[in-house]
């Protein structure tokens, strides 16, 4: 059977090929993702309909045939023809337009918020999978510093310094650290899977990230402005907008139509005396006016428009609450991160000056093992957090970049 640990290391040694920045996978995951795509298709059907919006109604031909022809002086009438064509009240059709636009534009906000989603889930998933590598990468370093622990004790047992009992501890320890490597190799295969689904590429491919992260000196400003500017708050304006343009709409739909035509009708000649005109055919070109008067319809769509619009602010303020709130939080626990990173980085650095000094007494017989395993697992406690930290760090970073950028 395969060794859980050589397993682990086989997948890390990949990840030393060359670093691949987060940008990069962001760039595929906006190229490849098929949710993203879809956002982008509904935009362009919104587009679409911009065109569909410049129409009239259908022209109305007709024909009828008299059964009884009737007889004028000039002639029997035989058939009639007509054509009709209505026409909308003077700029429907501008206004219909502008209303497909904003809604256009309305589609286009949602296709800017599903894209910064898509790039918060990559970068969360990449911060994720970075602090999984680095884990592994402390446990096998534990690991490699509890069997030097080991010949150690296994030199002082010799000696008489030390009992079998602290070798049986240390390589049980160890054993424990290994187990904690497969697990930990399972967590980071299942992060890979969903990665790769947000890049809609095989699972197959290496994943390369960089060996290791810091945290830098100073935070980027933060801008307020970006955070109005946002395109969940911008989605709203584009749907208070295109209620404005409905209403538009609907006034000029209340107006009336007026319609042009022409009816066409053949006459026979008359055969039992002659006529001026005789068998002349009629030409009667029409004009029609199409009145609303029945019109509580476009009263109550008004009513309606002026309610959405109500909504429609409401719901903004709501949304920029909640957005002023997470980004408050977001900010608070980079800083917290920040903290956190700092202390661990002084108790390390403090739990190594023990180590040397338990190393130190080695030389005069004195170690004690049960110290070097207390202290180990404080070491291993104080990187883990320390990972943490840093991931917390850039996840909270990348949830200020959706809010703000």
Not at 334 to 339: K, Q
Request: with cysteine.
């Amino acid at each position: 059977m395969r060794n859980p640990l050589l397993t682990f290391l086989l997948i890390l040694a990949c990840f030393n090929v060359e670093a691949q920045d987060l940008q990069s996978y962001i760039e595929i995951a906006i190229a490849e993702n098929p949710g993203l795509q879809a956002y982008e298709t509904r935009y362009e059907i919104a587009r679409e309909k911009v065109e569909e919006a410049n129409w009239i109604p259908n022209t109305e031909l007709s024909t009828s045939y008299f059964v009884s022809e009737p007889e004028t002086r000039t002639g029997p009438q035989r058939a009639r023809f007509a054509a009709r064509q209505m026409f909308p009240w003077f700029g429907t059709i501008n206004s219909r337009e502008k209303y497909a636009t904003v809604l256009s534009e309305a589609e286009y906000t949602d296709y800017q918020v599903a894209r910064r989603e898509l790039i918060l889930k990559v970068a969360r998933s990449f911060y994720q999978l970075q602090a999984l590598k680095a884990q592994g990468v402390i446990l096998e370093e534990n690991i490699d510093l509890l069997q030097t622990y080991e010949r150690l004790a296994l030199t002082s047992v010799e000696v008489g310094n030390a009992s079998a009992a602290d070798v049986l501890r240390l390589q049980i320890r160890q054993n424990e650290l290994r187990q904690e490597i497969q697990t930990l190799q399972q967590e980071f295969l299942a992060q890979a899977a969903e990665f790769d689904a947000l890049l809609n590429r095989e699972a197959e491919i290496t994943l390369i990230l960089p060996d290791s992260l810091g945290i830098p000196r100073q935070d980027p400003d933060i801008s307020n402005e970006g955070l109005l500017l946002n395109p969940e708050l911008a989605r709203f304006d584009k749907l208070y907008e295109s209620v404005a343009r409905a209403e538009d709409l609907n006034r000029k739909e209340a107006a009336p139509m007026f319609g042009l035509g022409v009816d066409y009708i053949p006459v026979a000649n008359r055969t039992d005396m002659s006529v001026a005109d005789n068998g002349k055919d009629i030409l009667m070109p029409m004009v029609s006016l199409s009145i609303p008067i029945f019109n509580k319809q476009f009263r109550s769509r008004t009513v309606q428009n002026e309610l959405q619009q109500t909504e429609l602010e409401l719901q903004r303020q709501e949304r920029l609450n909640q957005l002023q709130a997470a980004l408050a939080r977001a900010i608070h626990e980079r800083n917290a991160a920040r903290v956190t990173h700092g202390l661990i980085e002084e108790n390390l650095q403090q739990v190594r000056q023990v180590i040397e000094i338990l190393l130190k007494n080695y030389e005069t017989g004195t170690i004690d093992f049960n110290e070097i395993l207390d202290i180990q697992e404080l070491q291993l406690r104080f990187q883990k957090r320390l990972a943490d930290a840093v991931r917390t760090y850039y996840q909270k970073s990348a949830t200020i970049n959706y809010l703000t950028q």
